[in-house]
């Protein structure tokens, strides 16, 4: 969480990078083994899950005059490789794993998630930042189900694209 601080704090450019790169490492250095398992099964329900759950938010920010932009194809791959991917890896594969992936470590591990968003509050004004800890609790549901980080990334990254695709217009 101290290379998000500092990330935001200081705006170091090379943390960007980094940070994803540290949030894949730890887990294996000190686990060795994160669930991720390609199977069509978990993938389905990762779409499923999106799109049951991200209607309702296209909906209320088509209805409060956003305009959907689709993001440039290095955005989209940021939010999937560099974002979503190593979030998942970390809090859900790592932190909500060996916290037990139950319903308590699955908010706990929500809890921590969202204080991880807090510079965006500090450092840029973000409010919207304070609210990751409800798509945090879908993410650690589909984990807790799956046990696989898949369907949590295909969510993740989902959520931040379309929330990225209204955010910037308005």
């Not at 290379?3 to 940070?19: T, V």
């Not at 470590?105 to 510079?119: D, G, Q, R």
Request: charged share 10%; net charge positive; with cysteine.
């Amino acid at each position: 969480m101290l290379l998000g601080y500092a990330y935001h704090a200081f705006s170091f450019s090379l943390l960007k990078y980094a940070i994803p790169l540290f949030l894949v490492a730890i887990p294996y250095l000190m686990q060795g083994k994160i669930k991720l398992t390609f199977c069509t099964r978990d993938i389905l329900i990762g779409i499923t899950v999106s799109a049951v759950v991200l209607s309702p938010m296209w909906y209320f920010m088509s209805r409060r005059g956003g305009i959907f932009v689709f993001l440039p194809a290095t955005k989209v791959l940021f939010q999937i490789f560099g974002v979503a991917f190593p979030e998942e890896i970390y809090f859900r594969g790592f932190l909500q794993d060996r916290f037990g992936n139950h319903i308590k470590a699955m908010i706990v591990v929500s809890l921590l998630f969202s204080l991880a968003h807090l510079p965006q509050l500090i450092f840029y004004g973000d409010p919207y930042s304070l609210l990751t800890f409800f798509p945090s609790l879908v993410m650690g549901f589909l984990y807790m189900r799956t046990a696989n980080v898949l369907p949590c990334t295909i969510f993740h990254a989902l959520a931040n694209i379309i929330f990225l695709g209204f955010y910037d217009i308005l």
